[in-house]
């Protein structure tokens, strides 16, 4: 049987992990970018469909293009985090099955069906967001996950050249400032929204 990861681990990913408001100047590097993808290229996703896609807002043109899409509360966040990174979902995700899932033709399913397609695309996608949380944090990054957003204005600036891909939702990315986080909020005990069938 595999042996539990180190408790420290274990806290870094959830019990002290945090969304974060606000990051120190430190900066992120694009070699910690492709790390968090490596990491999170790893995590499942249905017939290995890896419908995510990314774009890393790392210049201030770039960081000033997404905040136009975003509320007043969360254009700031974006603006001063280090990278912001825009968690989209390819719905023609199948495409690409004959090289991610070559043993027997997945793309056959989804030919035809663009519902299914979009269910699946949002699902696994969603997924490969929560890798990413995941990723960064054992990397010793921090993340700000957020809607907030106007989704048509954001496929409009980063998704126009593909128009299969859309908006699933955004982060910022840095080194977390902890003044600028709130105290935990509830999270329920297992009988709350747990039963055992």
Known sequence: MRASIDPAAIDALFRQGRTYNGFTDEPV?????????DLMKMGPTSAN????????CVSDEAKAK????CSAQNAPKILKAPVSVVIGMDN?????LPELFPHVDAKAWFDGNAELRQVSAFRNSSL???YLIIAARALGLDTGPMSGFDGGKVDAAFFHETPAV????????????PATI???LPRPGFEKFNRIA
């Open 66 to 69: 997404l905040a136009e899409c």
């Open 92 to 96: 023609d995700f199948h495409e690409y």
């Open 29 to 37: 590097s694009q070699a910690d970018l492709h790390a968090i993808w």
């Open 49 to 56: 469909q890896l419908p995510a896609r990314l774009v890393w």
């Open 166 to 177: 859309h908006v699933n939702f955004i982060a910022t990315l840095g080194h977390g400032d």
């Open 182 to 184: 709130y105290d935990r």
């Open 128 to 130: 490969q967001g929560a």
